[in-house]
């Protein structure tokens, strides 16, 4: 204001300027709700000068050397982790092996992602890199045979929970297989059946060439690379996380095998995040704040990581922020402070703790009442970070390979190893955090017929069949094996009841709804009836598949000759997972002519 080059005054990028004496404002002064004018003002012309604001550090006399520090290391590869002139009680990531750093682009707001347009426009929200399907001689087209009239016939067949089926002609409430979908907030669903599409509906703006937000289905495509690099001989099972990422050595993986990341059996302290968990982000934001310690005499940053002073339910927000989910831009993190109850000047104007994922994952604390290698039960087991682990095993597993045909991190490897070749009509995408790493933990993307191809790829046993009769081993037969019929103790460790799902590579398993044998067609085989009548633990479960938040699904169901595939925006995916399997059980009796009403 007043400087003939607004440029040249001082730039919010300047870590080193007073936190809690700004000219702009009196101490005392209560910031209205929303952007001042003078909070416009400042937005617009950083965003003018962004391109010039190393210049103005170096051109113009600054008070404290430190400010060159600073614009030396915005301007570096190290950008997005954390800065050297912070103390703190995690290491910075080292980005020499890290790809272009991407966090200084980033002004992406943490909103309400539970919309489905939201799910269906990631590129537009986040940072993505695109997963090339590949050459067109690879294509596998989905012969159609839709079978509508006779999945929705009159007389359905309905379940709700695990207890015993009903007719649904007199209910109230998702009387027949369409109103069924849409009640659960469908927004695509494709079933095959022996090898034909049989079911192919979309819901809310999707398409077939509509990429949709898969979420937890993506930890599969992890599971799949490090299965296959073993497998190969590429990767031991039985080494250590610490032996193979030393930065670990602090962490909850103390003691943790590859095989134990596999399977998610790590003794971890982190909760999954759960919107009934009720985490109050300003509050999560106010808490790290008091963590962290400004000198400004000196222009030093002291932060501490605390777990125990994270509030109930939050601890998944900070690993959000360190994937860039959360990567707010710096005038809103000041704002979020004295807008939402904090006192003005209370919140540093930047982005505190983990600067990127690779920094996070070190701070896990180990869960003392647990042991590594050990099924629990699905609140104890599941940490999505224990897949974004796995996805760093995979990269520095890849780096010492140092085979071009592998790929050098586990993106690439994906690619030349599994998307590209299963026939796919469309490139994926994938969420990388700010210093380029991608994360299958949570933030794939495919539209719906891909992600079917892919579950008739694992229906034929890894071979990909091209539509000039072409037929390819993609993922090795005994990878699939694994995940169609885990070995017995993963079985007797998982199914204590019959509506008990498994978990073993990142894939879930599990077992028939026994109410239903009284309802199957009468040309099953012996080995369905026994899948069906409470069979001994030696028999392979009925599905084994994906399955993400929200209500996606990639189920294969290797007795039936039958895969589900299905995008969803459910806020109440958990308490409708029973009626999810349920219906896909009686969908295969429809097509089997087992169920007349």
């Given at each position: 204001e007043g400087n003939p080059d607004p440029c040249l005054s001082r730039s919010i990028f300047d870590r080193h300027a007073p936190l809690r004496h700004r000219p702009h404002r009196a101490e005392t002064e209560q910031r209205p709700r929303g952007l001042s004018k003078a909070m416009m003002k400042r937005t617009v012309l950083t965003l003018l000068c962004f391109s010039t604001y190393v210049d103005a550090f170096s051109s113009t006399p600054q008070a404290t050397p430190q400010a060159d520090d600073t614009a030396a290391w915005a301007a570096s590869p190290a950008a997005c982790s954390t800065p050297p002139f912070w103390e703190t009680n995690w290491d910075a990531y080292d980005m020499t092996d890290a790809q272009t750093p991407l966090c200084q682009h980033s002004s992406a707001l943490f909103e309400d992602l539970l919309t489905p347009w939201t799910n269906m426009n990631q590129e537009a929200l986040n940072l993505q890199t695109f997963l090339s399907k590949g050459s067109s001689e690879n294509y596998v087209k989905l012969e159609k045979d839709l079978k509508h009239d006779l999945i929705e016939g009159e007389g359905y067949l309905y379940s709700i929970g695990w207890g015993a089926p009903f007719f649904g002609t007199n209910l109230t409430f998702l009387p027949n297989f369409t109103s069924f979908l849409e009640g659960y907030k469908t927004d695509g669903l494709i079933i095959l059946h022996k090898g034909k599409m049989v079911y192919e509906k979309y819901w809310n703006g999707q398409t077939e060439h509509t990429r949709h937000l898969i979420f937890s289905c993506g930890k599969s495509m992890a599971g799949l690379m490090g299965e296959m690099l073993i497998e190969l001989g590429h990767l031991s099972e039985s080494a250590?996380?610490?032996?193979?990422?030393?930065?670990?050595?602090?962490?909850?993986?103390?003691?943790?095998?590859?095989?134990?990341?596999?399977?998610?059996?790590?003794?971890?302290?982190?909760?999954?995040?759960?919107?009934?968990?009720?985490?109050?982000?300003?509050?999560?934001?106010?808490?790290?704040?008091?963590?962290?310690?400004?000198?400004?005499?000196?222009?030093?940053?002291?932060?501490?990581?605390?777990?125990?002073?994270?509030?109930?339910?939050?601890?998944?927000?900070?690993?959000?922020?360190?994937?860039?989910?959360?990567?707010?831009?710096?005038?809103?993190?000041?704002?979020?402070?004295?807008?939402?109850?904090?006192?003005?000047?209370?919140?540093?104007?930047?982005?505190?703790?983990?600067?990127?994922?690779?920094?996070?994952?070190?701070?896990?604390?180990?869960?003392?009442?647990?042991?590594?290698?050990?099924?629990?039960?699905?609140?104890?087991?599941?940490?999505?970070?224990?897949?974004?682990?796995?996805?760093?095993?995979?990269?520095?597993?890849?780096?010492?390979?140092?085979?071009?045909?592998?790929?050098?991190?586990?993106?690439?490897?994906?690619?030349?190893?599994?998307?590209?070749?299963?026939?796919?009509?469309?490139?994926?995408?994938?969420?990388?955090?700010?210093?380029?790493?991608?994360?299958?933990?949570?933030?794939?993307?495919?539209?719906?017929?891909?992600?079917?191809?892919?579950?008739?790829?694992?229906?034929?046993?890894?071979?990909?069949?091209?539509?000039?009769?072409?037929?390819?081993?993609?993922?090795?037969?005994?990878?699939?094996?694994?995940?169609?019929n885990p070995p017995l103790k993963y079985k007797e460790e998982s199914y204590q009841n019959f509506w008990d799902l498994g978990y073993i590579s990142q894939f879930w398993n599990g077992q028939a709804n026994p109410y239903f044998k009284d309802y199957l067609p009468k040309n099953v085989s012996e080995s369905v009836k026994r899948l069906y009548s409470n069979p001994p633990r030696s028999e392979p479960p009925l599905f084994f598949g994906l399955q993400g938040v929200w209500g996606q699904f990639l189920s294969i169901y290797p007795e039936f000759d039958m895969v589900v595939a299905r995008h969803a925006t459910d806020a109440e995916y958990g308490a409708h997972h029973p009626d999810i399997y349920n219906a896909w059980q009686i969908a295969w009796m429809r097509l089997n002519s087992g169920v007349d009403g």
């Open positions: 250590l996380i610490t032996d193979i990422i030393p930065e670990m050595k602090r962490s909850g993986f103390v003691g943790a095998t590859v095989r134990d990341v596999l399977d998610m059996r790590v003794a971890l302290q982190f909760e999954e995040y759960e919107p009934e968990r009720g985490c109050n982000f300003t509050a999560a934001i106010l808490n790290f704040a008091q963590m962290t310690k400004d000198d400004e005499s000196t222009g030093k940053v002291s932060m501490s990581y605390d777990l125990n002073k994270i509030p109930p339910g939050c601890q998944s927000f900070f690993w959000l922020m360190s994937k860039g989910r959360v990567n707010q831009h710096a005038l809103r993190w000041e704002d979020l402070a004295s807008i939402e109850g904090g006192e003005p000047g209370t919140m540093p104007p930047y982005m505190t703790g983990p600067q990127n994922l690779r920094e996070f994952l070190p701070t896990l604390e180990p869960n003392a009442a647990k042991k590594h290698g050990v099924w629990y039960d699905w609140s104890s087991n599941y940490k999505s970070p224990v897949t974004d682990v796995l996805e760093w095993v995979l990269d520095r597993t890849l780096k010492a390979l140092g085979s071009s045909d592998l790929g050098a991190t586990h993106q690439e490897y994906f690619v030349k190893k599994i998307w590209s070749q299963l026939g796919q009509d469309h490139d994926a995408t994938v969420g990388i955090d700010p210093t380029g790493v991608a994360m299958f933990s949570a933030d794939m993307s495919a539209t719906l017929p891909d992600m079917a191809r892919l579950g008739q790829v694992l229906l034929n046993g890894g071979i990909s069949i091209t539509s000039q009769g072409t037929q390819k081993q993609v993922i090795p037969k005994p990878v699939v094996e694994r995940l169609r």
